[in-house]
């Protein structure tokens, strides 16, 4: 009966092991900017969803300056955090563009700029450097990238 003991320690340990630290990341964030945002992208709003420690949703929401209308970014995809480091891998991307209100004379140029803008930014998303990662309690946090901060809190 000595196996007794020899298997509880087993279970105890398979437990510990399954069962370790949560991903601090995981759950539904948002924030009012974007690393790497320019002044044409105008008011924006993004959500940030980690789940599993293992994958992520982006969906950037911009309303583009001078009542031009507004465009959406959906980016899906794998990341990793070690310690303070977040590296995102983007596996797909979607511009939605229909909510556009461009003067004709910009017409022409915004639908060529669109044509490759998911593989674009799926570029952009994997060349990336990773970004680093300052928690904050369990509500907040700040992701800096190419030295430019952008602050996360969680969504409620």
Do not use: H
């Not at 009966?1 to 630290?21: E, I, N, Q, T």
């Amino acid at each position: 009966m000595r196996l007794a003991p020899v298997a509880l320690l087993a279970v105890a340990l398979g437990a510990l092991v399954g069962c370790g630290p949560k991903d601090p990341l995981d759950g539904k964030w948002t924030a009012d900017t974007f690393p790497g945002q320019t002044a044409q992208m105008g008011d924006t709003k993004v959500t940030a969803t980690f789940s599993g420690g293992k994958t992520f949703s982006l969906v950037v929401d911009s309303n583009l300056p001078q009542n031009m209308g507004s465009i959406q970014a959906t980016i899906d995809g794998t990341y990793t955090f070690t310690k303070d480091q977040l590296k995102m891998t983007a596996t797909s991307a979607k511009l939605d563009d229909s909510k556009l209100k461009l003067p004709k004379e910009m017409q022409a140029l915004a639908k060529q700029q669109m044509k490759d803008a998911d593989k674009n930014l799926i570029k952009q998303i994997n060349d990336a450097p990773a970004g680093t990662i300052k928690l904050e309690g369990g509500d907040k946090f700040s992701w800096t990238v190419n030295g430019q901060a952008t602050e996360f809190k969680r969504a409620k």
